[in-house]
């Protein structure tokens, strides 16, 4: 009876040696665990209230529910870059388990702020270009996160618009250059260009009106590039667009247009 008595004594001890682990990290389960979320507008913004929603809804799906075993603190910058440093601050200052960033304005400050809290970030064009992640792949540090863009589609609508006209040989880029998706899609079109024979030109959009307003048949000192204050103060891509467009005008072809 002693030896059934020191087996059964065993195998209680290993079960509950076993058990002891589960409920150990199911009391730590339980710890109310805090994630900060800032995002750059407002916190009236229709959109950004139900992209907020339906965030709040996903961590409830997967048993995290606000008030219970999670504090959701959330943040709203409303466009403004002041504002939104100083809620980065106040967001860190919470002792966050993680922090939630919508957007590049969001990013920069919070990692001015720190360099150890976990941040996730969405709808960011280019987190190498802007020197948020080291990669893609490998992103190090404590940043990684969701990106909208793929910067190889540049070259792929090069490559549709050749399908469609095969005759093409150039092309304007309309461009945002204050926007970094808009350069890292530039920079795909302008590698993409010489495998399909396009000779390619950026155009800015704060340029387009100058060039709406533009007629090459009444003003024949702008034709080949004239100098204005608006070139000036562009960097030139207005005379650049209007020597594209003038060219094409006299040659009667236009050139064809892609928009990053």
Not at 12 to 25: F, Q
Not at 57 to 84: F, K, V
Request: aromatic share 6%; net charge positive; proline share 7%.
């Amino acid at each position: 009876m002693s030896i059934c008595l020191r087996r059964r004594e065993l195998i209680a001890g290993i079960g509950g040696a076993a058990a002891w682990p589960l409920a150990a990290r199911a009391q730590q389960g339980e710890r109310m665990r805090r994630i900060g979320v800032l995002s750059p507008v407002a916190g009236d913004d229709p959109d950004g209230q139900a992209r907020h929603a339906a965030f709040v809804q996903g961590l409830e799906q997967l048993s995290w529910t606000d008030g219970r075993n999670l504090r959701i603190d959330a943040r709203w910058g409303g466009g403004n870059p002041d504002e939104t440093r100083k809620y980065a601050r106040e967001l860190l200052a919470l002792s966050p388990d993680v922090i939630l960033a919508t957007g590049s304005a969001v990013v920069e400050p919070l990692l001015q702020a720190t360099r150890t809290v976990p941040i996730v970030f969405t709808n960011v064009p280019d987190p190498v270009g802007a020197g948020f992640v080291d990669s893609l792949a490998r992103p190090g540090g404590n940043v990684t996160g969701f990106t909208p863009y793929e910067f190889g589609i540049g070259g792929k609508w090069l490559e549709l618009l050749k399908q469609i006209a095969p005759s093409v040989t150039r092309a304007a880029v309309i461009r945002d250059p204050t926007i970094t998706a808009g350069m890292g899609q530039w920079g795909a079109i302008q590698t993409a260009a010489p495998s399909f024979a396009v000779d390619v030109s950026p155009i800015n959009m704060r340029d387009l009106r100058a060039l709406s307003e533009w007629r090459p048949d009444l003003d024949r000192e702008r034709v080949g590039g004239g100098s204005s204050q608006s070139n000036h103060h562009t960097g030139g891509s207005a005379q650049a667009a209007r020597g594209l467009l003038s060219t094409s005008v006299c040659n009667r072809r236009r050139p064809e247009l892609l928009r990053t």
